[in-house]
């Protein structure tokens, strides 16, 4: 299994534009999340998808927008990318919580975005 | 509201001394807690977790972490360091219900001398 995997690694955009972060694993997991990480604030999260057509916001949703089409992708969007959206983002999926969230979260190696 | 407090951003530890990484949480339902490793330029892989089974858990690497309810605490240890160890160190746990929201804390980046 190759697990989470993402793409790109490292993108840099201009202020204004829109691009996707994409994010697919193999594992069949039905739950997928995606968190940035900025320095000395932790991850956080941004939305997360309970099952294909299902998704949710997290803690930092504004000027970002997800869909999820099949079990295996969830892509991020960046609709209009502001300097403030530089971070690392990461990707994660599990196996569906069962009694409150004990099932353990698979994360991808990362999207280092930088917006100028 | 769920939320998880690291003291110390930043720790440093002499090879082969003792590693204690400190995680106080917050939680009005029964906590599931989880420590996690990011080694330079890596996503997070976990450590372990606590999921009421035992108050004592074992992980990867020679990690451990004891849950005590009365301090509210899930502190991470390590008997003996070793230059491998040096990464950012995430305790984390879930906002509880039906979903798998992990709450974080800012994380403590452990540097080991040698």
């Known amino acids: 299994n190759a697990g989470v995997t993402q793409t790109p690694k490292f993108q840099v955009l201009k202020t204004g534009q829109s691009m996707t972060l994409q994010c697919a694993q193999d594992?069949?997991?039905?739950?997928m999340s995606w968190y940035r990480q900025d320095p000395g604030m932790g991850l956080r999260l941004i939305h997360y998808s309970v099952g294909a057509g299902i998704t949710d916001q997290g803690e930092v949703p504004n000027g970002y927008n997800v869909s999820r089409s099949t079990t295996e992708d969830f892509p991020l969007r960046l609709l209009s990318a502001a300097p403030s959206q530089t971070s690392v983002y990461f990707c994660a999926s599990s196996y569906s919580p069962v009694a409150g969230g004990q099932e353990t979260q698979y994360f991808g190696p990362g999207t280092r975005l930088l917006v100028l | 509201a769920q939320s998880v407090t690291q003291l110390g951003s930043h720790v440093s530890v002499s090879e082969g001394a003792l590693v204690l990484l400190r995680c106080n949480y917050s939680?009005?339902?029964?906590?599931?807690l989880f420590w996690y490793v990011q080694y330079p330029n890596q996503g997070l892989q976990l450590l372990l977790k606590y999921t009421s089974a035992a108050t004592l858990v074992k992980g990867i690497n020679g990690f451990e972490a004891e849950f005590k309810k009365s301090e509210t605490s899930f502190h991470l240890t390590k008997p003996s360091a070793h230059m491998s160890d040096a990464a950012e160190y995430f305790c984390a746990v879930t906002s509880g219900g039906a979903t798998n929201k992990l709450i974080f804390g800012t994380g403590t980046l452990l540097a080991v001398q040698p």
């Open positions: 594992m069949n997991h039905e739950y």
């Open positions: 939680s009005s339902v029964p906590p599931y």
